[in-house]
């Protein structure tokens, strides 16, 4: 069945980095544009980055445009994002998944900025 395994998360301080990976199964991975969500405390889960099959094309929410990079591995079927620049707003829990997600999801991985 399908399956996530995030990983990554941690604590860092403001201005910090982290970069979080994602591996996927279950399904043909190249075959799906991906995307990493996240869930802060009290909100709904959004989507912050997305990449297309190949890597080549990547989009992401305003919020994080110049701090995060999406990358992808179809080899290893996994997802990558790299997180520079961090903030405190940045606090969630992270998620990846296909662009229409499947209703599988896994357990996510904690970041948590704070100094």
């Known amino acids: 069945q399908v399956q996530f395994v995030e990983s990554g998360g941690g604590l860092v301080q403001p201005g910090g980095s982290l970069r979080l990976s994602c591996a996927a199964s279950g399904f043909i991975f190249s075959w799906y544009a991906m995307r990493w969500y996240r869930q802060a405390p009290g909100k709904e889960r959004e989507w912050v980055a997305e990449i297309d099959t190949v890597g080549g094309i990547t989009h992401y929410v305003d919020s994080v445009k110049g701090r995060f990079t999406i990358s992808r591995d179809n080899a290893k079927t996994t997802v990558y994002l790299q997180m520079n620049s961090l903030k405190s707003e940045d606090t969630a829990v992270y998620y990846c998944?296909?662009?229409?997600?499947?209703?599988?999801w896994g357990q996510g991985t904690q970041v948590t900025v704070s100094s």
């Open positions: 998944n296909a662009r229409a997600p499947f209703q599988s």
